[in-house]
């Protein structure tokens, strides 16, 4: 046998390509994980707001076009781990009514193939690999569980904590917000032999101290230190999939390296390069037995993508904001809808606190009528801050392509925006009775100038899986409809996104589909 064929390749190395790796490693095949990045450097600029946020320095430098013939630049980030080096490890379950057919005001929300009980036992295993730390019981929408988390919550710091009283008192149920996270912790602090320190950079920033729960900290570099069997290769970027004749199997993996051209053979191909750069990659393979894409008889290749209704936005406390680990706080009484309005609104949760650069660095004139003359110091110092997301629905001419220049375009009609304004409204009702003024800041700098397009932390549902050929890429356990070895373990799959953050699935769903390839290897 060649020394280039491996039993299974596995191209990207982020939640849901490093899960899976880290689950068949210990059938003792031969694995071959390539990630087209290297990895994140560890420096000092890790923790840096304004390198980080403001210049990003860790940002793919790509540009990607709108429908309109617009550039953008993609929240893209290609590093050993993927995305999950910059995410902030919020690690939620989908509720159960999120897996079922559910109405919006602008829509429905489609009923997934399969349901809660078939993910529940893998959402417990991938708590465990990603080291979530939370308190079953708290969140009133939280799914059943057949167990508790194995780590405590993260604590609240004080002013955090007396926000969660204060809206206990208005009738809500806050709670400690699920993440992933190597810290451990007595009376609040961390303890000196805790990898995390609590600082004020986890929330989008990498770790430099590789405290946060992320895919290369928790199953990329375990899984290569354990088993010689798995082989990583970095700044291998995969130029397209090559098939058999007929277009049933995949025979060769094209790898650009140094400059060098490479092929790679395997009995099984896994794809999880993000559900943007994974749809690509189905579209750059196409030939004679797939003339439109590979898999793409059903023309269902890039479109139906989700990415989340999203905002970042500062408030400001009446009273000096000392926290520094801010984001342990969620609120999920919205979810599904209130007394004044049948309809999902989505999650309220907290986000890192605001950084005196970061403010410098916003688009300010709709700020500066209210504190015209604020330091931003000053305004950092009294911020507290929330980050909303409410579901976006899938529709088919939403979508990434490629047109014939070789330009990659990402065409999105928005909806569901009444969902999102509505939630932005309720927490503007919790603002004075949580001690804050009553006005909030939108903070554009933390998910790029252009949401809707450049904020892609979220995406999913380029390839989604199904039962008919017709409407679907992927069947049941993930694996192309039309070709035989070829598997997809990133967000693509998704039917629709839910309002929590997609992460915890997209791991749970790798372990699932693990188990189904390790069967057929056997």
């Not at 946020?53 to 013939?69: H, L, S």
């Not at 709709?366 to 015209?372: I, K, S, V």
Request: proline share 6%.
């Amino acid at each position: 046998m060649p020394l280039d064929h491996y039993d299974v390749i596995v191209i990207g190395s982020g939640p849901g390509g490093g899960s899976l790796t880290h689950r068949l490693a210990k059938t003792g095949k031969r694995i071959l994980l390539l990630e087209r990045g290297d990895y994140l450097p560890r420096s000092q600029d890790n923790w840096n707001a304004k390198s980080v946020f403001v210049d990003g320095k860790y940002q793919a430098p790509e540009t990607w076009y709108g429908g309109d013939g617009r550039e953008f630049h993609p929240g893209l980030h290609y590093y050993v781990g993927g995305n999950s080096k910059v995410y902030g490890a919020a690690l939620f379950r989908l509720r159960e009514r999120d897996f079922e057919e559910l109405r919006h005001v602008d829509g429905i929300s489609p009923a997934w193939p399969i349901s809660y009980r078939d993910f529940e036992p893998f959402y417990a295993e991938a708590e465990a690999l990603f080291a979530v730390h939370g308190t079953r019981g708290e969140d009133p929408t939280e799914p059943w569980s057949s167990g508790g988390y194995t780590h405590p919550a993260v604590s609240h710091e004080p002013r955090i904590q007396q926000l969660s009283d204060d809206w206990a008192k208005e009738g809500l149920r806050p709670f400690h917000l699920p993440l992933g996270i190597k810290l451990d912790e007595r009376g609040g602090k961390p303890t000196p032999t805790s990898v995390c320190i609590r600082c004020d950079a986890f929330d989008g920033f990498p770790c430099l101290l590789n405290g946060k729960a992320d895919a290369q900290v928790m199953t990329v570099d375990p899984t290569l230190a354990k088993h010689d069997n798995v082989t990583l290769l970095v700044n291998a970027y995969v130029s397209r999939l090559e098939t058999d004749p007929a277009g049933q199997t995949v025979t060769g993996v094209r790898v650009t390296r140094e400059g060098r051209d490479e092929r790679y053979t395997a009995d099984i191909v896994v794809v999880a390069c993000g559900a943007l750069s994974s749809a690509l990659l189905f579209l750059r393979s196409a030939n004679g037995a797939h003339p439109n894409g590979l898999a793409n008889s059903s023309d269902q290749v890039g479109r139906n993508y989700v990415r989340h209704n999203m905002s970042v936005l500062m408030g400001l406390s009446k009273a000096v904001n000392e926290t520094v680990f801010q984001k342990t706080l969620a609120v999920s009484d919205f979810y599904f809808g209130s007394k004044e309005w049948d309809h999902p609104m989505g999650l309220i949760q907290m986000c890192a606190k605001t950084h005196p650069e970061q403010i410098r660095g916003e688009e300010l004139p709709a700020w500066t009528g209210f504190l015209p003359n604020a330091p931003f110091d000053m305004m950092a110092r009294h911020s507290i801050d929330f980050w909303l997301q409410s579901e976006d629905l899938p529709h088919p001419d939403n979508r990434v392509s490629i047109d014939r220049d070789g330009r990659v375009i990402l065409d999105i009609a928005e909806n569901n925006h009444e969902a999102h304004r509505r939630l932005r409204a309720k927490l503007e009702e919790l603002l004075v009775p949580g001690g804050l003024y009553s006005y909030l800041f939108e903070r554009s700098l933390y998910l790029g100038k252009n949401i809707p397009l450049s904020g892609t932390a979220h995406q999913a549902g380029t390839l989604r899986f199904g039962t008919d050929p017709r409407s679907s890429v992927l069947d049941l356990d993930c694996k192309a409809h039309e070709v035989d070895n070829l598997y997809v373990t990133d967000a693509s799959f998704f039917p629709s996104i839910g309002a929590v953050n997609p992460t915890l699935t997209i791991i749970a769903n790798a372990l699932r589909v693990a188990d189904r390839i390790a069967e057929r290897l056997h």
